[in-house]
């Protein structure tokens, strides 16, 4: 396996908005989906879809109700894995790192862009815990439909964002025979990147 150091490996957030931005352009559906696995309180894992809402060099970020499942989890533990699949392309993303909650400025500015029904969505489910059914959420989303009829919808407070800060991400590209190329970067204690090239 060959290496370089932190100094002379590519960025690999720019790899990342490369591939992405190539996953846009092909209208790909659902290409900002990705698979988020986090680690429950029994040790044992759990994962589910979310939608990538924003990344820089900072992270990956996504938005949830804190008070989930997944919420409570990611307080807990906040070490998870994120994957990316885009199948037209061939082409995989594994990234694994450590999840912080952005600022409430950044999640209230965020909310705002959400169309109104969701915003509304937001305050009327208690994500992840047990309801009677599906009247019970159409009812409570008409409760506040009214409440927030003449008024714009805040953000809840157990409602934002949460950003995985990567200290390792993972470039697969299918290739014939199953020889497929796999670049991996791990983070340095410096904040620099080394690359190195693992067999399939």
Not at 144 to 153: G, I, L, N, Y
């Amino acid at each position: 396996m060959s290496k370089t150091t932190a100094s002379a490996a590519p960025d690999p957030y720019k790899r990342f908005a490369t591939w992405y931005r190539k996953a846009e352009r092909l209208d790909i559906p659902l290409y900002n989906t990705m698979t988020l696995a986090t680690v429950g309180p029994n040790q044992r894992p759990s994962a589910r879809m979310v939608l990538l809402k924003e990344f820089d060099e900072r992270g990956f970020t996504f938005y949830t109700n804190y008070e989930s499942r997944k919420g409570q989890e990611l307080e807990k533990n906040p070490h998870v894995a994120l994957v990316f699949w885009w199948q037209p392309l061939n082409r995989q993303i594994r990234i694994e790192g450590k999840v912080n909650k952005v600022s409430e400025e950044e999640s209230d500015a965020y909310f705002v862009t959400r169309p109104r029904g969701y915003r509304i969505g937001a305050w009327a489910s208690d994500q992840s815990r047990q309801v009677t059914g599906s009247k019970a959420l159409v009812k409570a989303f008409l409760k506040f439909t009214a409440k927030f009829k003449t008024r714009p919808v805040p953000r809840p407070p157990s409602w934002g964002g949460c950003r995985v800060s990567p200290s390792r991400i993972e470039f697969w590209t299918q290739r014939a025979n199953r020889l497929h190329e796999r670049i991996e970067y791990c983070r340095e204690k410096n904040g620099g990147w080394t690359m190195q090239f693992l067999a399939p």
